[in-house]
């Protein structure tokens, strides 16, 4: 057992107090591998952020579980090494049972997510119970979801969406005791959001998704006031990453994501956390994209990326201080 306080990171529940108090969110930035661990802390200390390290049960497989136990506590040392000890939390992102949380939180995650939102109702609310009673004895904060995000994420896959509903959200929090809500109103996981047949075209004749469902975040907000609300799949997928990349050799097609002005308005909401993977997926691929073809001879690494890692800092820090709010904060 190793307890997240050992390695300097903290759980969730000041830095949701703070960011609704706020009017911002904190962001949840996905990360697999070194690189990516680099330019999330880089960009945060810059800006001054507190920031949730997120990871999926396909990250956690990927990078080995005991990896990132030391990559997490690295992350607190490299920001006080960069001048600033921001606040960073460990999470586990769309946990799938039990026994995947239980690890986590073995493991010194300071925050971990139980997913149950694929099953019956009474389901997800016994299961969500089972995780939050575990991960309390170790102050370790619970994350649940109500509603489905259509798309697809690692190992998360929805054909449809269902959109949370906000009579029941009182009954699943209080029978829970969860320390934040996950719920769908109209983001959706992965780069290929929105066919383009949900969308209509602006004068500029980009493709312009379904507005998010703020009818439903107000209610959710009536129903639960000042309880911390967390969106999925909030990726705005830049469209000057998706021409990178299949200028260079990509085949995108249709990726069409948030509009960044529709998650800052949720940001100033009771929305305290908001998650973002594909987004920085696209900056990195972009970049060694890019440098494969206009460097063909290039084979060493660093050499691509290097440049990955710096297009991520940029975009994570655009992100802190022009969409979430969060810069200054930490």
Do not use: W
């Not at 990927?62 to 960069?82: D, F, H, I, P, S």
């Not at 026994?99 to 299961?127: Q, R, W």
């Not at 594909?278 to 060493?300: C, H, N, W, Y």
């Amino acid at each position: 057992m190793v307890s997240y306080k050992d390695l300097g990171l903290v759980n969730t529940r000041e830095m949701f107090k703070k960011a609704i108090n706020g009017g911002y969110a904190v962001p949840a930035f996905n990360f697999n591998n070194m690189e990516q661990m680099q330019a999330i802390i880089s960009a945060c200390v810059e800006c001054s952020s507190p920031v949730i390290l997120q990871v999926s049960s396909g990250a956690r497989k990927y990078a080995n579980q005991t990896l990132l136990r030391y990559m997490a506590q690295g992350a607190v040392e490299y920001a006080k090494e960069l001048g600033k000890n921001i606040p960073i939390c460990l999470h586990l992102d769309h946990g799938n049972s039990f026994e995947l949380c239980k690890s986590c939180v073995d493991m010194g995650f300071s925050s971990v997510m139980i997913d149950g939102s694929s099953l019956p109702y009474d389901e997800n609310v016994a299961l969500t119970k089972k995780v939050v009673d575990y991960a309390h004895q170790f102050d370790v904060t619970v994350e649940g979801e109500l509603g489905v995000l259509a798309g697809v994420e690692d190992e998360v896959s929805a054909e449809e969406a269902h959109y949370t509903r906000p009579e029941e959200v009182i009954d699943f929090v209080s029978k829970t005791g969860v320390d934040s809500l996950a719920i769908s109103i109209g983001t959706s996981h992965g780069a290929n959001k929105f066919k383009p047949e949900q969308c209509t075209r602006n004068a500029d004749g980009v493709l312009v998704p379904p507005p998010l469902r703020f009818d439903i975040l107000e209610a959710i907000e009536k129903q639960l006031p000042g309880f911390p609300i967390v969106l999925h799949g909030s990726s705005s997928v830049p469209q000057e990453y998706v021409k990178i990349i299949n200028t260079h050799g990509g085949a995108l097609k249709d990726a069409v994501g948030i509009p960044e002005e529709q998650l800052r308005q949720a940001a100033k909401s009771a929305v305290c956390k908001i998650n973002i993977d594909s987004d920085g997926r696209l900056a990195m691929t972009a970049m060694i994209r890019k440098i494969f073809v206009e460097q063909p001879a290039e084979f060493d690494p660093r050499k691509y990326l290097g440049p990955a890692r710096d297009e991520l800092k940029k975009l994570y820090m655009h992100k802190c201080e022009n969409v979430l709010g969060s810069a200054g904060k930490a």
